[in-house]
């Protein structure tokens, strides 16, 4: 869990830079992989200090100096105040709904979410969290659906697969107003195309497996704390979390039961390597939005193709949004659907450079039926509820040539 050290530096040349400047080893360029499971103190009463919450290491489960370098990395990306990296993605946001929410409180979730974040969610409503799932792409629906008992609201900056875009900043100021939690999961944006700070945003969650680590190496993942929450009157904070500024009392929470209690810790092997990967996100990033923005304009117009949701396009629902927060780019993720007629098996099965494979954020273009898979659990009446049709395509674009990504949909297509 670490501070950010306000620099003024741009994306790239503050996070390659970030372990050097905090004092990495012996005057190495990068943080050393630290595998020590335990760490002594000379000094009995500096060991009790450290278990009592000044910062140190007493036990890897709560991180490594490897863990918290690449926490560095991430809370300078977003411009918060700490970062805590878990094993995974979901691994992060577990712990976060977990350890702040309690029975009988109240979750106001985007119906647009990840499948296993749906999984999720499900299994905190068995657990007494009320869940009330609704189409946050517009404010007053959120707002409908609040309760004197509802302590949060969680949202995808970009919905996975259907690239809906939540309302936001919206969202963040009414959070604001209400003193709700505010949590937006940044996997599909990355903080260079969106911080969570400036959505207002309490916690920003990032699922580093994929573009933050962006080489299909590793998974981890990690929540920051942005700073503008005051978790002074949080009744779910526990009183041992009460120290030092009200505004850091969330994430030292979520570490204690999180990271100790629930074990979701981060490898320094994992951890070394997202950090290395996340040096280059902003060059892979650009690279990867100016493809998807060429494969988008050219499967919108070819005639096997029903329809392409992508943010960049101007036929998107929320293009106009997406154009006002992500900075003239607008991700590499996006959602085909073929005509009636074509085998989407059959089609997938013709692809040559693009590869047949889960995950996003890669450097190689990857694509999957999305019904069929990673969504086939939730059932037909939630995937209609998404918009999830049985011909649809998630495509997560690389940073291969284009022309011979749309070269490889132009043979499998029949043209």
């Known amino acids: 869990m670490t501070t950010n050290s306000n620099s003024n530096n741009g994306f790239t040349t503050t996070v390659i830079h970030a372990d050097r400047r905090s004092g990495a080893e012996h005057g190495a360029i990068h943080k050393p992989i630290h595998t020590s499971t335990e760490y002594a103190y000379a000094d009995s009463r500096e060991l009790a200090a450290v278990f009592q919450g000044k910062p140190g290491y007493t036990y890897a489960r709560q991180g490594t100096p490897t863990t918290a370098a690449l926490e ?46 749906n999984s999720l969610l499900g299994t905190l409503a068995g657990l007494g969290v009320q869940v009330t799932m609704v189409d946050a792409t517009d404010v007053e629906n959120v707002k409908a659906a609040w309760r004197p008992e509802t302590r949060m609201v969680f949202v995808e900056t970009i919905a996975n697969p259907g690239t809906q875009i939540a309302d936001l900043r919206a969202i963040g100021q009414w959070c604001t107003d209400k003193k709700l939690v505010y949590v937006v999961d940044s996997t599909l944006s990355t903080p260079w195309l969106c911080r969570g700070i400036d959505v207002y945003a309490s916690l920003a969650v990032n699922s580093l497996s994929k573009y933050i680590g962006g080489h299909g190496n590793a998974v981890g993942g990690a929540v920051t704390n942005t700073g503008l929450y005051d978790w002074s009157a949080y009744a779910a904070i526990a009183q041992p979390y009460r120290k030092g500024p009200s505004n850091t009392w969330g994430l030292y929470q979520i570490k204690k039961k999180g990271l100790r209690d629930m074990g979701g810790t981060l490898s320094a092997d994992a951890a070394h390597r997202i950090a290395i990967g996340a040096e280059t996100l902003a060059l892979r990033m650009e690279r990867a939005c100016s493809n998807a923005m060429a494969l988008a304009t050219y499967l919108s117009g070819h005639p096997k193709v029903s329809k392409v949701r992508y943010p960049g396009l101007s036929s998107h629902e929320q293009h106009q949004r997406a154009d006002e927060l992500f900075q003239h780019r607008f991700g590499s993720l996006m959602g085909v659907e073929l005509i009636d007629g074509i085998d989407v098996f059959d089609f997938l099965n013709r692809l040559r450079v693009l590869i047949l494979a889960t995950h996003l954020g890669d450097t190689r273009t990857l694509v999957l039926p999305v019904a069929h898979t990673i969504y086939y659990e939730m059932g037909a009446e939630r995937r209609a509820q998404m918009g999830i049709a049985d011909s649809q395509l998630r495509i997560s674009v690389g940073i291969e040539d284009i022309e011979d990504l749309i070269g490889d949909f132009r043979q499998a297509l029949g043209d």
Do not use: C, K, P, W
Not at 87 to 113: E, K
């Open 72 to 117: 560095n990395q991430i809370t300078q990306m977003e411009g918060g105040i700490g970062t805590l990296t878990f094993a995974t993605g979901m691994a992060a946001l577990t712990a976060t709904f977990f350890t702040l929410l309690r029975q009988g409180d109240h979750l106001i979730a985007s119906q647009y979410v990840f499948g296993n974040t």
